[in-house]
């Protein structure tokens, strides 16, 4: 039987164990800057305005006298901007979370996807679908730097 011998296999371990620190580091901020994106996207999409109906409100709102609505597919068109300014977003341990505040948890969740109805104005999915693969990119770069 032949021996095999390793050479420079407890630095090898001890450079694996402190690279696996820095990457579970660099993968959380992977993640945050990600969710910083995709918020991001999201406000600006519901900021807008939009390019459907046009609505005449009734009198003694207090609001404008009329509101574009978006059509059914686009980003909701911003009225009061209380979707906007609800949108946030935190990290939870090694998770981050992208959603609204309002009071009302419903309401995104009905422009999102729908209603019986109303067609769905999604905000979030497309702004996670357009920071996918920049996220897939940081994990590549992160998986390179550890296996060179």
Avoid: C
Wanted: charged share 25%; glycine share 8%; proline share 6%.
């Amino acid at each position: 039987m032949k021996e095999l011998e390793l050479t420079g296999d407890k630095e090898l371990i001890a450079a694996l164990k402190k690279y696996g620190a820095v990457a579970s580091a660099e993968v959380k901020s992977a993640i945050q800057k990600t969710a910083i994106n995709i918020h991001s996207d999201a406000v600006k999409s519901v900021s807008g305005s939009g390019s459907g109906i046009l609505y005449t409100r009734g009198p003694g709102r207090n609001l404008s006298a009329t509101h574009r609505a978006s059509k059914p597919g686009d980003p909701p068109a911003k009225d009061t901007g209380n979707l906007a300014s609800s949108l946030v977003w935190k990290m939870d341990g090694d998770s981050a979370l992208v959603g609204s505040t309002i009071r009302n948890p419903a309401y995104p969740l009905w422009l999102e996807f729908g209603t019986r109805r109303m067609a769905a104005r999604p905000f979030l999915q497309p702004a996670m679908q357009k920071n996918a693969q920049k996220f897939i990119d940081r994990l590549k770069s992160i998986h390179q730097k550890a296996v060179p």
